[in-house]
């Protein structure tokens, strides 16, 4: 689970390049590091009493078609700020 800018910087450190698939042109293992981005994410940890934090978004290319795809964990939804433990948090809190 990444609740913080170290633990998803290990997260990016343990993916292996070399095995991935790219969505665009189904080729594997010609993926670059292409830089990064910021973005907030809300996290269902509330212990630490903040829980937006920011995380430098690690963008890779294929060098076979040139698209672009973020390094997103799987707790985090694409597109938004929330985590899905979140969204099933707040879905589920009334209950």
């Keep these: 689970m990444i609740l ?5 910087q290990a997260f990016v450190a343990s993916i292996d390049l070399l095995s991935l698939h790219c969505p665009v042109c189904g080729v594997v293992g010609l993926f670059i590091l292409y830089g990064h981005y910021k973005r907030f994410v ?4 509330i212990s630490s009493g903040d829980c937006k934090i920011q995380i430098p978004v690690q963008r890779i290319q294929c060098t076979q078609c040139k698209s672009t795809h973020a390094l997103l964990p799987t707790n985090f939804v694409p597109y938004t700020q929330f985590t899905y433990l979140f969204i ?8």
Excluded: G, Q, S
């Excluded at 099933?88 to 209950?95: M, R």
């Design 4 to 8: 913080n800018k170290d633990d998803y």
């Design 42 to 45: 809300i996290i269902d940890d």
């Design 88 to 95: 099933y948090y707040i879905v589920t809190l009334d209950e």
